[in-house]
């Protein structure tokens, strides 16, 4: 066998190859669903844990023991909170202009408590 066959021969191999291993790698790419909903941060939560998971704990102490402990604490949210960022903190101005900017985003926005007319 020549050079250039063999050369021949290793391209038309790695050319079969190639798509097998980029499809390996786009389905090793996508999270699994139960996953990606440990990412969605709970309208409840209070603490983000070490491995990137949320905690509804009450207090600190024991909060995300089995996830690697606290990486930040919220706690309960303010009463004057008007949304919360994605990294977890709360805003509390009423101006939507601007909100969460340096926090990732608006996660969600808290309806406003409607006041009865009497």
């Known amino acids: 066998m020549r050079l250039t066959e063999s050369i021949r021969v290793l391209l038309v191999v790695a050319a ?3 798509p097998a291993t980029l ?3 786009k389905t090793a790419a996508v999270k699994p ?5 440990e990412l969605r941060m ?3 939560a209070t603490a983000r844990c070490a491995d990137s998971t949320w ?6 102490q024991g909060a995300c023991s089995s996830h690697g402990g606290v990486a930040k604490w919220f706690g309960k949210a303010p009463a004057t ?10 805003w509390t101005n009423e101006e939507h202009r ?12 808290v309806k406003e408590k409607k006041s009865k007319k009497g």
């Open 23 to 25: 499809s390996a790698q």
């Open 55 to 60: 905690s509804k704990a009450e207090s600190q």
């Open 81 to 90: 909170m008007t949304a919360r960022c994605s990294d977890g903190e709360y």
């Open 42 to 44: 709970p309208k409840k």
């Open 33 to 37: 669903p139960k996953e990606r909903n």
């Open 16 to 18: 079969l190859a190639a």
């Open 98 to 109: 601007g909100a969460c900017s340096q926090h990732g985003g608006v996660a969600f926005w």
